[in-house]
């Protein structure tokens, strides 16, 4: 796993070569290049931006009550006991939470990038999770074999939110659920400055135009799936807002990061501040059910 914190790595390079020149896959080169101990995760390991309470204020020191009390708000719909999907498990911190909380029979982590499951060995065997290598938009899960699916904040860089609902109406037993977070594009960028800030956005994070939905044609593509009971809840101000108080005060503290590092994070940070001040973007907790 590769150090951001540290110099620029093969990883890195492969990155910015996919910024100019998107592959097949290039959230799986994405996450390539961010290791455990990326600068700006709000705490080592978790990649989540946060559910946080207040304003953020105590900053790092409450980041990964946030990151846990976001896995612990999302797993909160799954049934205990069942044979639970996590996908896009991240370094796989949250999977030792989910088992803790939900006691499943069976967990299940899928992630589309294999070197992520290899770093999360460790906590995925705390948590007893078989760790499988694929790709949300076909899950290799039999059909209704599972009573639950979470995503945490992955769905934006599903190459298709549809076909990754489509999955969960397949791999789900009847009265199954489906619990996930997700960043919405509540409205299209207007003018140079927001353009630049969405595209730049999109390339660097490996995300398709399509990517870009509202929160309610998020939950539409749900419905239209097949699952019901779709329930939206919008909290960008308890997610995105803080999380970007806590980047910018790291950024200021100067950390041991290459100069060229941290000028392209400055950079990025004060386009994702755009957006969100500008109220392009949101961050969303999704529930359905499998009919
Ligand atoms: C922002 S990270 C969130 C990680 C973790 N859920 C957390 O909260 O710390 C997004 C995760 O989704 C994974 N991912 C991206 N596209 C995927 C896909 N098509 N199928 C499965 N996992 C995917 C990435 O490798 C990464 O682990």
Same mark, same amino acid.
């Given at each position: 796993m590769t150090r951001l914190g540290t110099a620029w790595t093969a990883e890195h390079v492969r990155h910015v070569g996919e910024i100019f020149r998107q592959g097949r896959n290039p959230a799986a080169r994405v996450y390539e290049s961010i290791g455990p101990d990326f600068f700006l995760a709000p705490a080592p390991g978790w990649l989540n931006l946060g559910l946080w309470d207040g304003d953020g204020a105590g900053l790092a020191d409450e980041a990964e009550a946030a990151c846990r009390r976001l896995v612990e708000t999302i797993a909160s719909a799954l049934p205990p006991g069942g044979v639970i999907v996590d996908v896009g498990?991240?370094? @796989? $911190?949250?999977?030792? !939470?989910?088992? /803790?909380?939900?006691?499943?029979?069976?967990? $299940?982590? +899928?992630? =589309?990038? /294999?070197?992520?499951?290899?770093?999360?060995?460790?906590r995925l065997a705390e948590a007893s999770a078989a760790p499988v290598a694929g790709d949300a938009a076909r899950l290799p899960i039999a059909e209704g074999a599972a009573d639950g699916v979470i995503s945490v904040e992955a769905a934006f860089h599903f190459s298709s939110r549809k076909a990754f609902f489509e999955e969960c109406h397949r791999v789900l037993r009847p009265g199954g659920v489906v619990t996930? %977070?997700? =960043?919405?594009? /509540?409205?299209?960028?207007? @003018?140079?400055?927001?353009?630049?800030? @969405?595209? *730049?956005?999109l390339r660097v994070f490996g995300l398709r135009l399509t990517a870009a939905m509202t929160a309610r044609q998020i939950a539409a593509a749900a419905a239209a799936a097949g699952? &019901?009971? +779709?329930? +939206? *809840?919008?909290? @960008?101000?308890? $997610?995105?807002?803080?999380?970007?108080? !806590? &980047?910018?005060?790291?950024?200021? %503290?100067?950390?041991? &990061?290459p100069?060229?590092?941290? &000028? $392209?994070?400055?950079?990025?940070?004060?386009? +994702?501040?755009?957006?969100?001040?500008?109220?392009?973007?949101?961050? =969303?907790?999704?529930?359905?059910?499998?009919?």
């Open positions: 498990n991240g370094l @796989g $911190v949250q999977d030792p !939470l989910i088992a /803790e909380l939900v006691r499943p029979r069976r967990l $299940v982590a +899928v992630n =589309i990038t /294999e070197r992520q499951l290899v770093a999360g060995r460790p996930m %977070s997700d =960043i919405s594009t /509540e409205r299209r960028p207007l @003018g140079p400055a927001e353009l630049l800030s @969405g595209l *730049t956005q699952l &019901a009971d +779709v329930q +939206v *809840t919008w909290c @960008g101000d308890r $997610v995105i807002a803080p999380a970007l108080r !806590l &980047a910018s005060a790291r950024l200021s %503290s100067a950390p041991a &990061a100069a060229g590092h941290l &000028a $392209v994070a400055r950079l990025l940070l004060a386009q +994702v501040d755009l957006l969100w001040r500008r109220h392009i973007i949101d961050y =969303i907790l999704l529930r359905a059910t499998r009919p």
